[in-house]
């Protein structure tokens, strides 16, 4: 991988998360430590980010300790001064959780916007939720009309979330009304992608295990294309997006047969 293009993936980390070990960094690149050590010393000397002990954060914003975990907001700030995407994220999952019918099985995958909707199926009377997702899960916890099948597997810290051929295994014998995905980009060409090849693997099983495939994308995502796929375009049944989102991306979507809703 080019240089530009780990610095960009670097910055794109930081910016999802707020907080990203050097670890976690080094796993979601598939590149070593060291490595993604001296991109950073360069890119904090330069004022794209700003260093604390273990990792990096925002330029300019305070950061939590490395034990914070990976989707931990900024220290002393809110969650939407961590999330540039905040309020559109919270529109996405609101519209998503209104596809949810009471009383039905529905599975998630990891990430912040899947998390914000298990927020809001939380309030919801019955429902039957498996996950992979250690946020998805504890987002959950405090809703005993909600049953969650935790999925087990190995712990990939830098998606929060289990993975593996035991995961992928788990999730043949399951069968629910909907799955939710997220991942870094969608495009016409190639539907959703994310650069982490386990994570890849677990999506694909969850979504095989899905009669409807839901993909929630911000606007940030739409045309951005990553490594791994996996979900192809004509196997995306719905794509929840927000209303920044470019008008000719979602018109291109909405010609491949995809029902793009417009949170």
């Known amino acids: 991988m080019l240089m530009a293009e780990r610095r960009r993936r670097l910055l794109e980390q930081v910016r999802d998360r707020g907080y990203v070990s050097f670890r976690e960094l080094a796993e979601a690149l598939e590149t070593s430590e060291s490595t993604v050590r001296r991109d950073l010393r360069s890119m904090v000397a330069e004022g794209l980010l700003t260093a604390t002990r273990g990792g990096v954060g925002p330029a300019g914003v305070p950061v939590p300790p490395p034990t914070a975990g990976p989707t931990a907001p900024a220290a002393g700030g809110s969650e939407e001064q961590s999330d540039p995407v905040h309020r559109q994220r919270q529109a996405i999952a609101a519209s998503a959780a209104a596809l949810v019918v009471p009383g039905s099985a529905v599975l998630l995958g990891p990430g912040r916007t899947t998390t914000a909707l298990a927020h809001h199926l939380a309030a919801i009377s019955q429902l039957t939720v498996v996950t992979n997702s250690i946020t998805v899960t504890s987002a959950l916890v405090a809703a005993p009309q909600i049953d969650v099948v935790l999925i087990g597997g190995a712990l990939r810290r830098s998606i ?25 980009g969608v495009t016409v060409e190639r539907g959703l992608t994310t650069p982490n090849v386990f994570a890849a693997a677990t999506d694909q099983a969850m979504m095989a295990a899905g009669r409807q495939v839901v993909v929630l994308a911000d606007h940030t995502k739409l045309g951005r294309d990553t490594m791994c796929q996996t979900v192809p375009s004509d196997r995306m049944d719905v794509l929840v997006t927000d209303a920044d989102a470019d008008p000719e991306m979602v018109a291109r979507l909405r010609a491949e047969g995809i029902d793009v809703r417009v949170a």
Do not use: I, K, N
């Open 160 to 184: 929060g979330a289990v993975v593996g051929p035991s995961t992928e295994q788990a999730l043949q014998g399951l069968r629910g009304a909907q799955v939710f995905l997220s991942g870094d």
